[in-house]
Nanobody
């Protein structure tokens, strides 16, 4: 089992920045590919970004490329999501998730094995 706990959400004005953190406990953190998802009210949960086990590779959905950066520090069992130039449409509950390595990047939520409880991000216009 892997337990995940997000933090760092909040209210920010459009154009601002937030940094989300996700602390993991349980199994060996570096065994897992880590991802961030988000879910806006009335919408399905969507993939945001993922990072490989040792941080050498990353993958983003098109809408956040150039604005968001995913990173991880395995010594601290933590994955981060730096969000810059935030837009009102980024408003959502953000979740971190973990899955065992696979052949390619997983963007479907049902491919992830473990989930945090989520943290709210609200971007005002």
């Amino acid at each position: 089992q892997v337990q995940l706990a997000e933090s760092g959400g909040g209210l920010v004005q459009a154009g601002g920045s937030l940094r989300l953190s996700c602390a993991a406990s349980g199994r060996t953190f570096s065994d897992y590919v880590m991802g961030w998802f988000r879910q806006a009210p009335g919408k399905e949960r969507e993939f945001v970004a993922a990072i490989s086990r040792y941080g050498g590779s990353t993958y983003y959905t098109d809408s956040v490329k150039g604005r968001f950066t995913i990173s991880r520090t395995n010594a601290k069992n933590t994955v981060y999501l730096q969000m810059d130039t935030l837009k009102p449409e980024d408003t959502a509950v953000y979740y971190c998730a973990a899955h065992r390595p696979s052949a390619g990047w997983e963007t479907a939520s049902d491919e992830y094995d473990y989930w945090g409880q989520g943290t709210q991000v609200t971007v005002s216009s």
